[in-house]
């Protein structure tokens, strides 16, 4: 089954507008983590933001920020202020709880287009 | 600080040849990943390694993969023998006790 879903394979967005990227999981461990990554076409993975699971707040990270909703088990990544260098693949990925050690799950990745 | 380190960046080889990946992970990493990223099933955890002794490596293909951790600075990743479907782009990555793993550059693997 699994447990990263990213249902939006490709997004084009206005330069200077926000951008949501999708990513709903699936765990039933209390404990875990969520994070994101962008890859540019450079190849390299570039990590973002993360959220732990007892975080209270969302988190933030400059023009990022993970708009965390634990109930409906999504973590989407809103970017403000798009710009042209925010076109990029990106990943959002899950740290599944202590049981599963440090492995870490990613999703199939939504590829982002900033248009001028 | 340097990031994680890995070399070679490209590496073209034909079937059948021995291929070792390297990685130096970030100073003061104890935990360090090998990731496989392909087209068709995305980016894939292959073994990781704490203290440099190996976890979990669940998700290492065959048994023509293997990787090591000799010291708290250095690992490999071999593939004996290559076949093409091994071409792919190999990550390391590595973290401290906080969550965040970071990435090396990754190699590009080619297997004619």
């Known amino acids: 089954a699994q447990k990263i879903t990213q249902t939006q394979p490709g997004m084009f967005v206005q330069e200077k507008e926000a951008v949501t990227l999708d990513c709903t999981y699936d765990?039933?461990?209390?404990?875990?983590?969520l994070f994101w990554y962008k890859q540019p076409s450079s190849g390299e993975m570039i990590f973002l933001i993360y959220?732990?699971?007892?975080?209270?707040q969302n988190a933030t990270e400059g023009r990022y920020s993970l708009n965390f909703q634990k109930a409906r088990k999504s973590a989407n990544l809103v970017i403000s202020a798009s710009q042209l260098g925010d076109s990029a693949m990106y990943f959002c990925a899950m740290r599944e709880g202590n049981t599963g050690g440090f492995k870490t799950i990613f999703g199939a990745g939504t590829r982002l287009f900033v248009k001028a | 600080d340097a990031g994680v380190i890995q070399s070679p960046r490209h590496e073209v080889t034909e079937m059948g040849q021995e291929v070792t990946l390297r990685c130096k992970p970030i100073?003061?990493?104890?935990?360090l990943f090998w990731y496989r990223q392909t087209m068709m099933r995305g980016l894939e955890l292959l073994i990781y390694?704490?203290?440099?002794?190996?976890?979990?490596d669940s998700g290492m293909p065959e048994d023509r993969f293997s990787a090591k951790m000799p010291n708290a600075s250095f690992s490999t990743l071999k593939i004996q023998p290559s076949e093409p479907r091994d071409s792919a782009v190999y990550f390391c990555?590595?973290?401290?006790?906080?969550?965040?793993?970071?990435f090396g550059p990754g190699t590009r693997l080619t297997v004619l």
């Open positions: 100073s003061g990493h104890d935990y």
């Open positions: 990555a590595s973290k401290d006790l906080t969550d965040t793993q970071y």
């Open positions: 959220q732990g699971s007892y975080d209270q």
């Open positions: 390694f704490n203290n440099n002794v190996p976890i979990d």
């Open positions: 765990t039933s461990d209390p404990s875990y983590g």
